[in-house]
C-alpha cells in the first residue's frame, strides 16, 4: 500500500492552535442548528475537533475508530473498523466530526453504520473539507485544497527527540 497523493494539492497552509480553535468554534456554529444529540469522533486525529465541538454544544461524546493506517503507515485501501460506534445513537440526531475530509470515504461508512444503528439523523462534519470529497461532508468549517498541516502534526517524539514529521515533509515536497 503507498501513503496518500500529495501533488495535487495546491499551496501549503500551516494551521496554529489559536486557527484551530477559531475553526472548532466556526464547525460547532454550523452544526448547532442540526441539535445533535451524539457527537462521533474519528479517531485519532478527529478527536481534537470533535471533542471540542462536543464540549462547545454540550452534546454527548464517543470516540469511534477506523482507519487506513497501522502504526501510523497507511496499510488498507478502504478504511477498516477498530473501535464500533456504541448502540447509544439509537434514536438520536448524531453528528460524526472528521479533522479533513480528503476522498470522504470514512464519514461516508460512518454514517450508513451509524444509520442502520438507529440514529434518527445523521450529519457528517469536518474540520478541512476538499473540493474532491466524495460524498461531501454536510458541514465543514474550512473549503480547501492546500495541503493542510495541522498542529499536531507538526512534529513526532522519535527515540527522546522531537522531528519534523516524515508525512509532513513528504507533502511538503510533493507540491509542485
Not at 27 to 44: H, K, N, T
Request: charged letters at 20%.
Amino acid at each position: 500500500m503507498k501513503p496518500y497523493q500529495y501533488a495535487h494539492r495546491f499551496g501549503v497552509r500551516q494551521l496554529s492552535w489559536d486557527d484551530f480553535a477559531g475553526l472548532a468554534k466556526h464547525l460547532a456554529e454550523l452544526l448547532e442548528p442540526y441539535q445533535p444529540q451524539v457527537i462521533l469522533g474519528v479517531a485519532r486525529a478527529g478527536l481534537f475537533p470533535a471533542t471540542a465541538v462536543a464540549c462547545s454544544l454540550r452534546c454527548e461524546f464517543f470516540p469511534i475508530r477506523l482507519t487506513r493506517r497501522v502504526n501510523d503507515v497507511v496499510t488498507y485501501e478502504k478504511p477498516v473498523w477498530k473501535t464500533p460506534i456504541p448502540g447509544d445513537v439509537q434514536g438520536k440526531i448524531v453528528s460524526i466530526v472528521d479533522e479533513i475530509a480528503d476522498t470522504g470515504q470514512t464519514l461516508a461508512m460512518v454514517a450508513c453504520r451509524a444509520s442502520e444503528l438507529g440514529a434518527s439523523q445523521v450529519v457528517t462534519a469536518s474540520l478541512v473539507t476538499h473540493s474532491w470529497a466524495d460524498p461531501a461532508p454536510h458541514v465543514s468549517a474550512l473549503v480547501s485544497d492546500e495541503f493542510i498541516i495541522f498542529p499536531w502534526d507538526k512534529q513526532v517524539l522519535v527515540d527522546g527527540k522531537w522531528i519534523n514529521h516524515p508525512e509532513i515533509e513528504a507533502g511538503q515536497n510533493a507540491q509542485p
